[in-house]
């Protein structure tokens, strides 16, 4: 079912991803947003996410992000979840519900659907591939549009290096990229570039790290008090678990940082073999079979301790 047959009769839209939102995200939700606005411009839609790095500022309708959650309609005709499950959405869950219609796409494994329409597709690296296949037709798209799909594409498949980046996902990019935007200043400012302090916590992180299990797994983790030292955002941590997976033998990273007492963000990476998205579900959290996350409780010994068992567990059933 394409987008414009799902809305057509909508009045009133509502858009929104996860917490803490990453580039396939934010190119999604304003990808969808400028996309709706050409095809339906006398309908009311609003875009509600958690203040997104500036870095994405390039990108059309980013000014218009509702950050404070807030708005005067009291039940939208239609409301879309982008790139997660609804229990993820954070302030915006609560418009979710309230929605007449409720649309979920997404591309995680562990999103089983919360809408009342699903299209998630797991074998697909990005939610703005997924939602580029749902588009009515090329008429709609335009120079902006395109620009906020491919950062999206970029962003999931680390430019294209990601496992399930397919012939399909290089055929979307090269349809957008014909467009016209700048895509290699696109890529640079958005993916590569980092701040100072960006490089400092990247820097730590690695001098921190420890190699386990006979070199296959490599961890860190970051205290509060080195994150407040360093007056680090939580964009500013972006790529440091990638970074920790391209070294040379290992093939399970986990990057941890302390959200409060007791209480760590874990990100998860594998190469090849180790399934992540397994392991953040039987903790409560989710994602892709080669990058997951999970919010734990414990010391940071008892949840590597725990992590551990479970990648253990498949390295023995695949006899690495």
């Known amino acids: 079912m394409k987008i414009s ?50 870095v994405f500022s390039c990108l059309a309708g980013f000014s218009e992000i509702k950050t404070d959650f807030k708005s005067d309609i009291g039940s939208y005709d239609a409301f879309f979840a982008l790139d997660t499950a609804k229990d993820r959405t954070g302030k915006a869950e609560k418009h979710f519900d309230r929605a007449k219609l409720k649309i979920n796409i997404d591309h995680h494994v562990s999103n089983s659907g919360t809408g009342d329409i699903n299209i998630i597709h797991p074998e697909i690296n990005s939610t703005c591939e997924v939602l580029f296949e749902q588009l009515d037709d090329l008429s709609g798209l335009d120079e902006e549009i395109a620009k906020a799909l491919y950062l999206g594409i970029v962003h999931d498949t680390g430019v294209f290096r990601f496992g399930g980046t397919t012939p399909r996902t290089l055929e979307v990019a090269g349809i957008l990229l014909g467009y016209g935007f700048d895509y290699v200043k696109l890529i640079n400012d958005t993916y590569y570039e980092k701040t100072y302090i960006q490089n400092q916590i990247l820097a730590r992180s690695l001098l921190e790290s420890i190699i386990f299990m006979d070199g296959r797994c490599i961890v860190c983790c970051l205290s509060q008090k080195i994150l407040e030292f360093y007056g680090i955002e939580p964009g500013d ?38 399934d992540v998205s397994q392991i953040a579900k039987f903790f409560g959290g989710g994602g892709h079979l080669r990058a997951a996350g999970v919010t734990m409780k414990g010391t940071f010994h008892d949840i590597v301790n725990n992590i551990s068992y479970h990648i253990e567990e498949q390295f023995k059933a695949n006899e690495l």
Do not use: W
């Open 5 to 54: 047959e799902i809305v057509k009769n909508a009045e009133t839209i509502g858009i929104s991803g996860h917490t803490r939102p990453d580039g396939d995200c934010i190119g999604a939700a304003l990808g969808l947003y400028l996309y709706l606005k050409k095809k339906m411009p006398e309908v009311t839609i609003h875009v509600f996410l958690e203040k997104p790095p500036e």
């Open 237 to 274: 941590l972006e790529g440091i678990v990638n970074q920790l997976l391209i070294t040379k033998g290992v093939e399970c990273a986990i990057f941890m940082h302390q959200t409060k007492n007791l209480e760590y963000k874990v990100s998860l990476r594998s190469k090849s073999t180790i």
